[in-house]
Nanobody, 121 residues
């Protein structure tokens, strides 16, 4: 069983930055694909970024967000710069027990509880 705990969310003005962290426990972190998803009120959960053998981003965050991981600390990060109001959502980290790039939430076996990011104008 893998446990994921996110932190780092908060309220930030448009144009500002936040760094989210997701600490994992209970498994072989270095062998997992890790991803960030987000869900805004009334909308479906959407893919944001993936880290495995490489990295991958949804188009709306390319050039602004950066996913990284520290396997020694069992932690994945999401650095978010130039934040926009439309980035407001609950952000979730997720683990896939295979190094396969996928943007489908159903492919991820473990999820964190989520952290709220609110971007004000």
């Amino acid at each position: 069983q893998v446990q994921l705990v996110e932190s780092g969310g908060g309220l930030v003005q448009a144009g500002g930055s936040l760094r989210l962290s997701c600490a994992a426990s209970g498994g072989l972190f270095s062998r997992y694909s890790m991803a960030w998803f987000r869900q805004a009120p009334g909308k479906e959960r959407e893919f944001v970024a993936w880290s495995g053998t490489s990295t991958y981003y949804t188009d709306s965050v390319k050039g602004r967000f950066s996913i990284s991981r520290d396997n020694a600390k069992n932690t994945v990060y999401l650095q978010m710069n130039s934040l926009k109001r439309e980035d407001t959502a609950v952000y979730y980290c997720a683990a896939n027990l295979a190094l396969v790039r996928t943007i489908r939430p159903a492919e991820y076996s473990f999820w964190g509880q989520g952290t709220q990011v609110t971007v004000s104008s």
